[in-house]
């Protein structure tokens, strides 16, 4: 099992979105950087978990997720009216994967980045670096378990 951090704007999807899904899950639809892209086709698998962070105003982990389906590709790269369409990508030759993740934990209280950032336990996340702006980040088991013990959760 690996765990990642995977980013969003809690204006454009959000914990709260991702809980009324049906059977809280979802397709984590839209990436369109590369290096993201690969961690989703290449490394991540089913039960891996997700810190669910949200990026913007008050930027902040906000729950565990975990990956219910291994990527597979991204259906709104070939729809011409979604934000997402990738007029080079072709049904026979998939650009962009995703995966689906499904909801698994709140946190009481969101885990800000001002919060990790004064935690020595997560100083080197790919999450703190300066200029970090990917939004789908491996995160190595210690960090895992220091973000779940800041905010007060047990969860394998």
Known sequence: ?????????????????????PNRTTM???????????FMRDEFGVGDGVLFYHSR????????????RAAYPD????????RYFDPRSAP????????????ERRFPEPLTLSRLRAERGVAGMALLAPG?????????????EEVCRLAGVTVD
Not at 132 to 144: A, I, K, T
């Open 1 to 21: 099992m690996r765990y990642w951090l995977m980013k969003t704007e809690p204006d454009v999807f959000s914990w709260d979105d991702l809980e009324r899904c």
């Open 132 to 144: 970090s702006r990917l939004s789908v980040q491996p995160v190595r088991p210690h960090e895992w």
């Open 28 to 38: 984590w639809e839209g990436v369109r950087n590369y290096q993201a892209r690969n």
């Open 92 to 103: 026979d030759a998939p650009r962009w994967v995703t995966v689906d993740v499904q909801a």
């Open 75 to 82: 259906p709104t790269q070939f729809v011409e009216t979604s």
């Open 57 to 68: 105003k008050n930027p902040s982990v906000v729950g565990v997720a975990r990956v219910v």
